[in-house]
């Protein structure tokens, strides 16, 4: 089974920085766009962007786009997705997908949790 | 940005039975609507693509219909595997957004 690994969650305090990272082993990660996508505790879905398969572009929710930033090393086969100033309403598990012709996420990781809490 | 309402929240039902999710666009969205399977404590699972494409390794029981602003995905034959909470998702419009889920339950 295709699965990309996330790391890099865990607990951190209101206001910080946390960079979360996807290793994409299974496929060749340097063709596919890559997406980030978290679920809250309550299990809402919420796109936070995507980024081009060379890195030159990326798309973002507006609402988390002055904070959350998403970049790829294809030579390590990995997605990033920095988040700074991190609030409460942050606090989900974030998925690393594929995005593919369309617009769906065909591969998704198993996700990392962040909680940010005092 | 397009909202997708999903209905019923949470649908009970006894193995066997043919169900029907729903999942309503604000506005149209064409085929850009694709369906996920979460089971419990696990990863989402694109189920349905371009809101009728069948997807590898997935169950023929599965079946998407729809377009536009009107959405279904059918179970024919509920199994207790099935037990799991499904997205409908839209890739026509950014931002990308998603149901809020239906949640199946079996008897």
């Known amino acids: 089974e295709v699965q990309p690994v996330e790391s890099g969650g865990g607990l951190v305090q209101p206001g910080s920085s946390l960079t979360v990272s996807c290793v994409a082993a299974?496929?060749?990660?340097?063709?596919?766009?890559m997406s980030w996508v978290r679920q809250t505790p309550g299990k809402t879905m919420e796109w936070i962007g995507d980024?081009?398969?060379?890195?030159?572009?990326?798309n973002y929710a507006p609402s988390l786009k002055n904070r959350f930033t998403i970049s790829r090393d294809n030579a390590k086969s990995t997605l990033y997705l920095q988040m700074s100033n991190v609030r409460s309403e942050d606090t989900a598990t974030y998925y690393c997908?594929?995005?593919?012709?369309?617009?769906?996420?065909?591969?998704w990781g198993q996700g990392t949790l962040v909680t940010v809490a005092s | 940005d397009v909202v997708l309402t999903q209905s019923p929240a949470t649908l009970s039902v006894t193995p066997g039975e043919r169900i029907s999710l729903s999942c309503r666009a604000s506005?149209?969205?064409?085929?850009?609507l694709h369906w996920y399977q979460q089971k419990p404590n696990e990863s989402p699972r694109l189920l349905i693509k371009?809101?009728?494409q069948s997807i590898s390794g997935i169950p023929s029981r599965f079946r998407g219909s729809g377009s536009g602003t009107d959405f279904t995905l059918i179970i024919n034959g509920v199994e207790l595997e099935d037990l799991s909470i499904y997205y409908c998702?839209?890739?026509?419009?950014?931002?990308?957004?998603f149901g809020s889920g239906t949640r199946l339950e079996i008897k």
């Open positions: 997908t594929s995005l593919d012709i369309g617009s769906n996420f065909a591969y």
């Open positions: 299974e496929f060749t990660f340097s063709d596919y766009w």
């Open positions: 980024i081009k398969y060379d890195g030159s572009y990326t």
């Open positions: 506005e149209s969205v064409g085929t850009y």
């Open positions: 371009f809101a009728s």
């Open positions: 998702q839209q890739g026509d419009n950014l931002p990308r957004t």
